[in-house]
């Protein structure tokens, strides 16, 4: 069974750094192309990141470009997001979730990130 | 302001249908797939379909899915309460190199 469980949420100021953790099991990691996505409060889902499996090709939403830097380390089955000069609209809950080709068929359980003074 | 767009909420009674269109452009619907995904309240989102009208095992034939052109369409049959959920539909973007969603409906069985 695949599981995807996402951890490092918690609440920060303004301007401070987070950084999440992906952890996969029951599936080759290695293999799939990985996304971070976001949902605000009450809002919809937003695409954050993508990286894929040989972290050659990594994507950004322009909302995160600069800020955000997405890895992954497949020899630890693990997927990450550093999140630097962090803002109040960051505030969301993150959701890691894999990636085959074009659509996103495993999702984690998603990491609260709280961004406030 | 969502790239793809979705009408912000549908309702019908048990058993009956409801359809959710998904709107995108060239770049986007018009040159990839789409897919759905249902998001029940306080949980994850979860493929629904994908490749425009394929469903995922466990996925059942109530849920169907179509494309033309550069939109999306979502289709609910013998609608249940436990479909009571946001739909978000989903695809890559070639202009903008990064997946899209549309902004949600929400589905309401009366």
């Known amino acids: 069974e695949v599981q995807l469980v996402e951890s490092g949420g918690g609440l920060v100021k303004p301007g401070g750094s987070l950084r999440l953790s992906c952890a996969a099991s029951g599936l080759t990691f290695s293999t799939y192309s990985m996304n971070w996505v976001r949902q605000a409060p009450g809002k919809g889902l937003e695409w954050v990141s993508s990286?894929?499996?040989?972290?050659?090709?990594?994507y950004y939403a322009d909302s995160v470009k600069g800020r955000f830097t997405i890895s992954r380390d497949n020899a630890k089955n693990s997927l990450y997001l550093q999140m630097n000069s962090l803002r109040p609209e960051d505030t969301a809950v993150y959701y890691c979730?894999?990636?085959?080709?074009?659509?996103?068929?495993?999702w984690g359980q998603g990491t609260l990130v709280t961004v406030s003074s | 302001q969502s790239v793809l767009t979705q009408p912000p909420s549908v309702s019908a009674v048990p058993g009956q249908k409801v359809t959710i269109s998904c709107s995108g452009s060239?770049?986007?619907?018009?040159?990839?797939?789409v897919s759905w995904y249902q998001q029940l309240p306080g949980k994850a989102p979860k493929l629904l379909i994908y490749?425009?009208?394929k469903r995922p095992s466990g996925i059942p034939d109530r849920f169907s899915g179509s494309k033309s052109g550069t939109s999306g369409t979502l289709d609910i049959t013998g609608l249940q309460t436990g479909d009571e959920a946001d739909y978000y539909c989903?695809?890559?973007?070639?202009?903008?190199?990064?997946?899209?969603f549309g902004g949600g409906t929400k589905v309401t069985v009366l």
């Open positions: 990286i894929n499996s040989a972290s050659s090709s990594i």
């Open positions: 979730a894999r990636s085959p080709t074009g659509r996103l068929d495993y």
């Open positions: 060239s770049s986007n619907i018009g040159s990839y797939y």
């Open positions: 989903g695809t890559w973007d070639s202009s903008l190199s990064a997946v899209v």
């Open positions: 490749d425009n009208n």
